[in-house]
């Protein structure tokens, strides 16, 4: 047991090491990109290496939440996030909005960026297999203190669904083909989840919604809920 732990805490470092030392050399890279003449290879080098650190991001954030990093509070409008958040992907097929209009404010006591970074992974994920949808990606309020995200992509098969959440997981085959691009590093739900399992909730896959198309539910510990400061 002891060997086996020591294993795991080294690949956890020296994924913590080779992210922070990524830093230098992307941003190298992406100084070069910006002198390259011709605009199309320049666009495509510099959508590689905004991937690259969205990777590098995840990776250094998921370490620090595996440390038990305190969570930096402070009261806000959990409504106000998710609807900053989801301006983001108004203007982007398939489109995103609430589902029976959006709702009155929940002030609740968090960790405000990383509440933003787990809504955004979410509606980036949706956003992503459900491209060719017809309908927008749906947010409402859930039961307690819960979120849910519905699109109207391709939805989970059964025997990926218990892997959704394992990273570098990149899910089903269909939902993959249905992506805007090759799938991403599967990071973002996994992510997703421990920052709601640092806030004292968790991150579900709901069953397959009628019409089909996949649905999560952000549950937060209903202790945070908090009055307007």
């Not at 609740?108 to 309908?135: P, V």
Request: aromatic share 4%; no cysteine.
């Amino acid at each position: 047991a002891e060997k086996i732990q020591g294993m795991v805490m080294g690949r956890e470092q020296l994924l913590r090491d080779v992210s922070h030392e990524l830093r230098s050399p992307l941003a190298r890279v992406k100084v070069a990109a910006a002198m390259l003449p011709d605009s199309r290879l320049r666009e495509s080098v510099e959508g590689d290496v905004r991937e690259l650190e969205n990777l590098v991001g995840h990776l250094l954030e998921r370490s620090r939440l595996e440390a038990d990093a305190p969570l930096q509070e402070s009261t806000f409008d959990w409504i106000e996030v998710v609807e900053e958040v989801m301006s983001r992907y108004s203007g982007h097929p398939p489109g995103v909005r609430w589902e029976g209009g959006k709702p009155p404010s929940i002030w609740i006591r968090a960790d405000r960026d990383r509440i933003r970074t787990l809504i955004k992974n979410l509606l980036e994920n949706a956003s992503k297999f459900a491209a060719g949808a017809l309908h927008p990606v749906e947010v409402r309020v859930g039961p307690e203190l819960s979120l849910e995200i519905r699109d109207h992509g391709p939805g989970v098969g059964s025997e990926v669904a218990p892997l959704i959440f394992d990273p570098f997981q990149r899910g089903d085959p269909a939902r993959v083909r249905n992506a805007q691009d090759s799938g991403g590093f599967g990071l973002g739900l996994d992510l997703a989840r421990r920052i709601a399992r640092a806030h004292g909730g968790d991150l579900i896959l709901l069953p397959t919604p009628e019409g089909g198309g996949a649905a999560f539910r952000v549950i937060l510990d209903s202790r945070r809920v908090s009055t307007k400061s």
